[in-house]
């Protein structure tokens, strides 16, 4: 079986897997357009930059690291989304969750030379397992910044998130095994009111009060705190987000590291569903375990296999799929879906 270093070094190279670091509510995304040069590569490292955005995993943490491979209801009810959450100990992910604006000093670790000097300021967002951070090294930001150190960004009357996103900083949210930077416009009224293609950022406040380290509809484990995830390339929806045909190969691969990373309940309650379905058993007679994570492993199956047969012209096996969806998928809609492309 390939060693999770190994995994994530391939995932690196690959365009069509993206990544992301923060928190719910805040988060830092690194994605990769088809045939985008990179300027640095690093397998040794585990580093991959590009001219838009720049990813790290801290090769001397990945022994600690807890891989969670899972996959998550879209509202879209031909659609999913799917990741593998890399995940350490409560104990472990920890950081400093500071309460206001901090200046860090120079970035001695970021992953270009180039931005080396650039100053760190910890923007203050109090997050558990990420310190959301900008860096910049433009006097007239670095001037508003240090005015408003030790206020938070959201207090009544302080104006330097509009300095911020007047100015365009790099953005870098730095977790206990790695970073995500981001060099491009900040999504807002510079870019038409989305993110920019590739590499962005979103920090939505509402989503942040909840005080949350990931959506609830993400099953991670207790104990455990996602500092990182591996998006690889998803067999029905684009990088944009965007629908697309059935890609059967993207998703016999993902289907192979959730057999080797997801929960074990969940992944023999799925094989449950499949066999079920080949031997031609009646709805109606599948129990399905209570719980949502339950109900979701076994609609996002089906959904899987709809989609399967729709690939396959397999008009009986449509209509097979599509009596078990009846019964066991869409009367539970709403129930545990996430918006599968935010920001696009």
């Known amino acids: 079986m390939i060693t999770l270093q190994d995994l994530i070094r391939d995932h690196l190279r690959l365009w069509q897997s993206g990544w992301s670091m923060g928190t719910f509510g805040a988060i830092a995304e690194f994605h990769q357009d088809r045939n985008e040069k990179p300027v640095i590569n690093d397998g040794y490292t585990l580093s991959r930059a590009t001219r838009r955005g720049a990813v790290h995993i801290d090769h001397k943490r990945v022994d600690q690291i807890v891989p969670v ?14 990741a593998v959450a890399l995940c350490m100990p409560e104990a472990l992910a920890r950081r400093a969750e500071r309460l206001a604006l901090t200046e860090l000093g120079p970035d001695d670790d970021a992953v270009r030379g180039i931005d080396r000097t650039g ?32 206020r938070s960004l959201f207090e009544p009357g302080n104006d330097t998130m509009h300095a911020i996103l007047a ?22 009224p510079d870019t038409g009111g989305v993110s920019p293609a590739g590499p962005h950022t979103h920090v939505l406040p509402k989503l942040l009060k909840t005080r949350r380290t990931h959506s609830a509809n993400t099953p991670i484990p207790a104990g455990l ?28 691969q993902f289907q192979d590291l959730l057999a080797a990373y997801g929960q074990p309940e969940f992944v023999r309650l799925k094989a449950a569903v499949l066999a079920a379905l080949r031997h031609s058993e009646k709805p109606e007679s599948f129990v399905v375990p209570d719980g949502r994570f339950e109900r979701s492993v076994v609609r ?45």
């Open 69 to 82: 491979a899972y996959e998550a209801l879209s509202p879209r009810p031909d659609r999913w989304s799917q």
């Open 119 to 150: 100053i760190l300021f910890d923007m203050g967002l109090s997050l558990p397992q990420c310190d959301f951070c900008i860096r910049t090294s433009d006097p007239k930001l670095l001037a508003v910044l240090r005015a408003n150190l030790g």
């Open 167 to 188: 100015a365009h900083p790099h953005r870098v949210a730095l977790t206990n095994i790695g970073r995500i930077e981001v060099f491009q416009k900040i999504g807002g």
């Open 225 to 252: 705190m996602p500092l990182a995830s591996l998006h690889p390339g998803n067999p029905v929806v684009g990088p944009m987000g965007e629908d697309t045909g059935f890609d059967p190969a993207l998703y016999r």
């Open 300 to 344: 996002l199956a089906l959904r899987q296999q709809a989609r399967l047969a729709e690939h396959l012209h397999d008009v009986e096996f449509m209509r097979q799929v599509a009596d078990w969806r009846r019964v066991h998928d869409l009367r539970f809609e709403g129930e545990g879906e996430d918006d599968d492309s935010p920001g696009h």
